[in-house]
């Protein structure tokens, strides 16, 4: 850079001043918020812009204070965890893997539970960002399927990363988790050991993976021939006391269904529960498969037969996607592996 670039760029500065991020951004002609992003790495800046204002500081010599990196809520080095999982075990697996990917990265994570159907959702949320200054935000579902949240999130300037069972965002910004791959494969699975009369218990409403999953074991039974009766579909909540409303209500109907798959495995340990109660023995009397495979799958006895969902790994690629930007690399060519469920054959299904 020449004597000249200096005294254009400096921009009329006065010798011996040191420049400002006013200085910086009159001069790049952005708003102060704008090289506040570009500062902190912010992906919601367009290329050019991020050029220009970087050539700006490196010309200037500018060096941004504490004061100039606290406009970005972001820059505590925490990654938030926003979730509303009523699963123990698939939340303490999700946090296991966002922590593999922080290990050494100088960021920390923080967890805030919420429920999804209160009335202070939002406000919560924006209060919770705010205060802790948040890098960035790691969304499982369902809590990535609220475009109220997201919202949120795009005018504090907090990336985030959505998990999801399809696709609700740009690539950089989402992880999919392909459900109806692995309940299709659990349709298909109990079809070919013979049962036709099935039940399912589903997830809740709010969530969009239980509409997938249930789609997905339908086409799954519809390949071998099959249609699932609506009156063997019972709703959970993803949770063991829910599993064991819904798989009373199932085994008390004339004719019982032979088999039973649900939504996730909490709820297929209460199937086991009732099961039990009932003097049924698994899988001789009720074959039984869950979702999700954690780990009491492999715990329990007979083991479960669930669709493995890599959560552990869900986590990890999720927060890859979150410190992409500051690595210099764009989330969304990441050479991440497509996240495919798959099913896992133990003791708890047989033949009918």
Request: proline fraction near 6%; aromatic fraction near 6%.
């Amino acid at each position: 850079m020449t004597d000249d670039d200096t005294t254009s760029a400096r921009g009329g500065l006065k010798p011996g001043k040191r420049p400002t991020i006013n200085d910086v951004a009159r001069i790049a002609a952005v708003s102060k918020k704008t090289v506040s992003r570009v500062i902190n790495q912010s992906p919601f800046v367009r290329e050019e812009t991020r050029v220009r204002v970087n050539q700006v500081i490196e010309e200037l010599g500018f060096t941004p204070d504490a004061q100039a990196r606290g406009l970005a809520f972001r820059r505590s080095f925490l990654v938030g965890l926003i979730y509303d999982n009523p699963s123990p075990n698939y939340v303490v697996n999700m946090q296991q893997g966002v922590l593999d990917a922080l290990r050494g990265s100088g960021l920390e994570l923080v967890v805030h539970p919420c429920v999804r159907s209160s009335e202070t959702l939002v406000a919560d949320i924006r209060a919770f960002v705010e205060r802790q200054k948040l890098f960035g935000v790691i969304l499982p579902p369902s809590m990535s399927e609220d475009e109220r949240v997201i919202e949120v999130l795009r005018e504090l300037d907090c990336p985030y990363v959505r998990i999801a069972s399809v696709s609700l965002d740009e690539a950089g910004s989402m992880l999919v988790t392909n459900d109806h791959l692995g309940a299709a494969e659990a349709g298909r699975h109990l079809a070919d050991l013979g049962h036709s009369r099935i039940g399912f218990i589903s997830g809740p409403a709010l969530f969009r993976s239980s509409a997938v999953r249930g789609g997905g074991f339908r086409e799954g039974l519809a390949e071998k021939g099959i249609t699932l009766d609506d009156r063997y579909v019972a709703v959970g909540a993803y949770t063991f006391e829910s599993g064991v409303e819904a798989a009373k209500t199932l085994l008390a109907l004339d004719p019982p269904p032979t088999a039973i798959f649900t939504g996730n495995d909490e709820m297929a340990l209460g199937v086991f529960k009732v099961a039990r109660d009932m003097g049924l023995e698994i899988p001789r009397d009720l074959s039984v498969v869950g979702y999700d495979d954690l780990p009491m799958a492999s715990r329990v006895w007979p083991n479960l037969t669930s669709v493995r969902l890599p959560i552990r790994d869900m986590g990890r690629m999720a927060a890859e996607k979150l410190l992409a930007p500051m690595r210099g690399l764009d989330p969304a060519k990441l050479n991440q592996p497509e996240v495919r469920p798959s099913l896992v054959v133990r003791d708890s299904a047989t033949t009918l």
